[in-house]
């Protein structure tokens, strides 16, 4: 029904930077808004970042002014660029898309995942 796709996870050295990609395809007739979300070892899944269809950016404080997510003209792809890496970054991280299908159902998404090492 609804794909969606991460790529660009690896291994960084503290106050390194990394660039997630995140695509997402499928029945779709809107997309609502995509954000990203993270899941270190042991611990709960928590938003990290997220974008509305209207371009309405919300961040948690952990990453305030080191992450920035962004989106492509044709809103599909998000990106979440990721500069000042700490060891605290490292986790899974996970994007969500919520969109309305061309069923006029609601759906939210989640791709597979990609992990994010930062070493100190």
């Known amino acids: 029904q609804v794909q969606v796709v991460e790529s660009g996870g690896g291994l960084v050295q503290a106050g390194g930077s990394l660039r997630l990609s995140c695509a997402t395809s499928?029945?779709?007739?809107?997309?609502?808004?995509m954000g990203w979300y993270r899941q270190a070892p042991g611990k709960q899944r928590e938003l990290v970042a997220t974008?509305?269809?209207?371009?309405?950016?919300n961040y948690a404080d952990s990453v305030k002014g080191r992450f920035t997510i962004s989106r492509t003209i044709a809103k599909n792809t998000v990106f979440l660029q990721m500069n000042s890496l700490k060891p605290e970054d490292t986790a899974v991280y996970y994007c969500?898309?919520?969109?309305?299908?061309?069923?006029?159902?609601?759906?939210?998404?989640w791709g597979q995942g990609t992990q994010v090492t930062v070493s100190s």
């Open positions: 969500n898309a919520k969109v309305v299908l061309t069923t006029s159902y609601d759906y939210s998404a």
């Open positions: 499928g029945s779709i007739f809107k997309i609502n808004a």
């Open positions: 974008i509305t269809s209207g371009g309405s950016t």
